[in-house]
Antibody
Framework: QVQLVESGGGLVKPGGSLRLSCAAS????????MSWIRQAPGKGLEWVSY????????YYADSVKGRFTISRDNAKNSLYLQMNSLRAEDTAVYYC??????????WGQGTLVTVSS | QSALTQPASVSGSPGQSIAISCTGT?????????VSWYQQHPGKAPKLMIY???KRPSGVSNRFSGSKSGNTASLTISGLQAEDEADYYC??????????FGTGTKVTVL
């Protein structure tokens, strides 16, 4: 069965950096677009970024463009999100999801990122 | 990219049907047949309920259906059950090749 397990969340100071990882299993990872989506505490869902199956196509939300970098390692069945220049408003649960552009069909359980001094 | 507009809350009695609207623009909902709907229970990850406007993933109850007219998409839940009480979000592909979610709707089963 499809499994997505996020890791790397935690407490970081404003201006700091964090790298999230998502380990995928149960499907052919290299065949699928992948996405990161976040949800601030008590708020709605916000799309962050998606990457094509080969990694050649990448898009970001305006709110993270220039600060976040999505990447993938198809040999390791892993998706990453490098987050730099973090702000308080980046505090959220970050979900890894299979798919992108048109829909996302499986989501991980999420990892919490808290940006606070 | 602005969030798609959904009603904050919708309620209904068990067995009734309810509909949740999702209003966007011609640059997202109205321009593509790539509207999805997600169900999220408290503390859980979202679950895909509808994709491509009206398609149901395997395992999703046929009590859930989707449609679209112009710039507004809708999710209908028929035969409302207690387990349907959750938050629901729509999403759409956009003309900027990005992805946008709706503001979310809390469904309450009375």
């Amino acid at each position: 069965q499809v499994q997505l397990v996020e890791s790397g969340g935690g407490l970081v100071k404003p201006g700091g950096s964090l790298r999230l990882s998502c380990a995928a299993s149960g499907f052919t990872f290299s065949d699928y677009y992948m996405s990161w989506i976040r949800q601030a505490p008590g708020k709605g869902l916000e799309w962050v970024s998606y990457i094509s199956s080969s990694g050649s196509t990448i898009y970001y939300a305006d709110s993270v463009k220039g600060r976040f970098t999505i990447s993938r390692d198809n040999a390791k069945n892993s998706l990453y999100l490098q987050m730099n220049s973090l702000r308080a408003e980046d505090t959220a649960v970050y979900y890894c999801a299979r798919g992108g552009r048109t829909t996302t069909d499986y989501w991980g359980q999420g990892t919490l990122v808290t940006v606070s001094s | 990219q602005s969030a798609l507009t959904q009603p904050a809350s919708v309620s209904g009695s068990p067995g009734q049907s309810i509909a949740i609207s999702c209003t966007g623009t011609s640059s997202d909902v109205g321009g593509y047949n790539y509207v999805s709907w997600y169900q999220q229970h408290p503390g859980k990850a979202p679950k895909l309920m509808i994709y491509d406007v009206s398609k149901r993933p395997s395992g999703v109850s046929n009590r859930f259906s989707g449609s679209k007219s112009g710039n507004t998409a809708s999710l209908t839940i028929s035969g409302l059950q207690a387990e349907d009480e959750a938050d629901y979000y729509c999403s759409s592909y956009t003309s900027s090749s990005t992805y946008v979610f709706g503001t979310g709707t809390k469904v309450t089963v009375l």
